[in-house]
């Protein structure tokens, strides 16, 4: 896989996780969990731009 498709990969999880926690009414253990894939996925998407380059 190049890095443009893992890039748009992670974006793609981030927007869906996003949109879980913004748009749901969930638990908010659920929604703390949500929050820290996000920060997780946001790590894994500047990884990628850096590796990337």
Not at 11 to 17: A, P, R, S, T, Y
Not at 37 to 50: A, D, G, M, R
């Amino acid at each position: 896989m190049d890095h443009k498709t893992v890039i748009d990969e992670q974006i793609k999880v981030l927007q869906n996780l996003q949109s879980d926690n913004v748009n749901a009414n969930i638990q908010i253990e659920l929604k703390v969990n949500n929050a820290i894939n996000i920060v997780n996925q946001i790590c894994n998407l500047i990884n990628c731009v850096i590796r990337s380059k």
